[in-house]
């Protein structure tokens, strides 16, 4: 279709005669968002050139978005190469991330750098599994007893239930929490290389009913916010949800000195200044420094659901001056990612995950996903240990004059 037919479309819904969501009904993706632009351009008076220069087909993203009207374009870079001896991640990689914060790849880069030159990063992937807790009502404390003692001793049942709408996540067990007369029921997956929220969701629903039928439980909703998705819960911290990764490095004290500027025991009094005792006092569940600034960049860049950086925050950072070095060390306890899915078949996305090595499904399956959490949590610890360093150094807002940010 022509911009006649575009603006015709704007035109159509101006006079009430089509709603935005209506307009794919009429055009293809293309035309439907230019149309958009077209209506928010005369009614706001601006342009929007930038947002609708984007290199997909619109139809492609018609999974990831509704009322599209084009694209957000956020600069991505690229730090690395950064050595990782996974259980799933294995050797150098080239780690793009996407942020509009001045600085951070340079310091990222910094991290990646010095755990280079100390022989490179370990890590693992310690759980993996992904929850959907609906909330169901009953009459009282005793039927809340019942609902929890059948849940216990069926968890096979109800995992044939959700099983049968999907093939390839498995229910991997199932905890009641009562609270008076409401029983919450958190189910938790083996997701395999999809971030899995939505599997979760779906084969919950049909676990669901299988509750309803065999005890004297109601569903109330779906999701009951123990699951916990999108906000920050002392739950996932301690149980974790996604993949649960650690990552850690011994760097010699001498390149602590030549690399970060610093030493040893000026890193280790800021680590536990800042991330374990300034943490505690704020009542914080991330006792880190800025693993969040590596999650959601990577996020952004690898096609990853941007909100869940919520649970990628739940970190904690551990420092300990040893007689051959640093010892360092990050844990993510609810790190949600995926290689499949969602927005990892953008086209950018899906470049990004070229890039690192694990785009799609993995053999055996599961082991891109896993060493996607390695890899990010490997980042993220490059990030703490750079950070560190500027602040123990009291570098860092030179760094950031430095580079005019």
């Not at 991505?76 to 793009?96: K, Q, R, Y």
């Not at 019942?146 to 229910?171: C, F, K, N």
């Not at 939505?198 to 009913?209: F, G, S, Y």
Request: include cysteine; glycine fraction near 10%; charge should be negative.
């Amino acid at each position: 279709m022509t911009d006649a037919d575009a603006a015709d479309l704007a035109q159509r819904v101006r006079e009430g005669d089509l709603r935005l969501y209506e307009l794919e009904d009429h055009a293809d993706a293309d035309t439907a968002a230019a149309a958009r632009r077209h209506l928010l351009a005369e009614e706001t008076g601006t342009d929007l050139g930038a947002v609708g220069d984007y290199a997909f087909d619109a139809a492609d993203a018609e999974s990831n978005v509704e009322n599209m009207i084009g694209a957000a374009q956020v600069p991505m870079g690229v730090v690395g190469p950064l050595p990782v001896d996974g259980g799933a991640a294995s050797g150098e990689h080239h780690l793009p991330l996407a942020t509009t914060e001045g600085a951070l790849l340079a310091s990222v880069n910094r991290g990646v750098s010095t755990i280079r030159n100390a022989g490179g990063a370990t890590a693992r992937v310690l759980k993996s599994g992904m929850t959907r807790a609906p909330v169901f009502k009953v009459e009282d404390v005793a039927a809340a007893g019942e609902v929890s003692a059948w849940v216990r001793e069926h968890v096979d049942d109800l995992a044939e239930a959700a099983e049968s709408t999907t093939s390839h996540g498995e229910l991997q067990d199932v905890t009641p929490y009562v609270v008076g007369d409401n029983v919450f029921l958190r189910f938790d997956y083996d997701t395999k290389d999809a971030m899995g929220m939505n599997m979760a969701t779906i084969a919950t629903e049909a676990a669901c009913e299988v509750v309803e039928a065999e005890t004297p439980a109601d569903l109330v909703a779906l999701s009951g916010n123990l699951c916990s998705d999108k906000k920050p819960a002392a739950i996932n911290a301690v149980e974790g949800r996604g993949r649960t990764v650690a990552a850690d490095v011994l760097v010699p004290h001498e390149q602590v000195e030549e690399r970060l500027d610093t030493t040893t025991e000026a890193i280790v009094e800021a680590n536990t200044r800042k991330n374990l005792v300034g943490s505690a006092k704020a009542g914080a569940l991330g006792f880190n420094a800025h693993a969040a600034n590596v999650v959601a960049a990577a996020f952004l860049a690898l096609g990853q659901d941007i909100a869940q950086v919520v649970e990628g925050s739940n970190a904690i950072t551990t420092v300990d001056a040893r007689e051959d070095g640093l010892y360092a060390s990050v844990t993510i306890a609810s790190l949600e990612v995926g290689t499949v899915g969602g927005g990892t078949k953008l086209p950018t996305q899906a470049e990004a995950l070229d890039v690192l090595g694990y785009a799609g499904g993995g053999d055996p399956a599961g082991s891109n996903a896993d060493a996607l959490a390695e890899v990010i949590a490997a980042a993220a610890l490059a990030g703490e240990l750079s950070l560190l360093a500027a602040l123990s150094s009291r570098h860092l807002s030179s760094a950031h004059a430095e580079l005019g940010r």
